[in-house]
């Protein structure tokens, strides 16, 4: 059973995201999805405080609601007519929230290392 602490984390969590995402716009199931995924990724990432926990849920989620359409459009325009079903959303949603934060280090560095080449 999970800790108060834990509990806490995830109720936070999990209202930033639905206050955020209504305030967005962005999908909701999307939004939900990648919730799910961000949880399943706690579980490899290493032990950190509350407030760290938060963050990543959230930004993990908002990730999932920003990239998922994206990313479900191109094999949706590769293979079909181009509509996207909703499972494909809320599949995709959960993959980008379990992965988004191996992902985003890795994209700030490439980002970093494309700055300094310009330089």
């Known amino acids: 059973m999970p800790d108060r602490a ?3 984390t995830h109720a936070l969590a999990a209202t930033g995201i639905t ?7 962005l999908h909701y199931e999307v939004l939900l999805a990648g919730f799910a995924g961000a949880l399943a990724s ?12 938060v963050w990543t849920l959230f930004t993990s989620s ?9 990313l479900a459009a191109i094999p949706a325009k590769m293979i079909g007519d181009g ?3 909703l499972a494909a959303l809320t599949f995709t949603g959960l993959l980008m929230g379990l992965g ?7 994209a700030i560095q490439k980002l970093r290392a494309r700055m300094e080449g310009i330089k």
């Open 42 to 53: 706690l579980s490899y990432l290493p032990l950190m405080g509350t407030w760290s926990r």
């Open 83 to 85: 509509d996207i079903s």
């Open 19 to 25: 206050v955020g995402g209504v305030a967005t716009g």
């Open 62 to 70: 908002l990730a999932a609601g920003y990239t998922a359409p994206f």
């Open 6 to 8: 834990t509990t806490l």
């Open 100 to 106: 988004s934060q191996a992902m985003i280090p890795v």
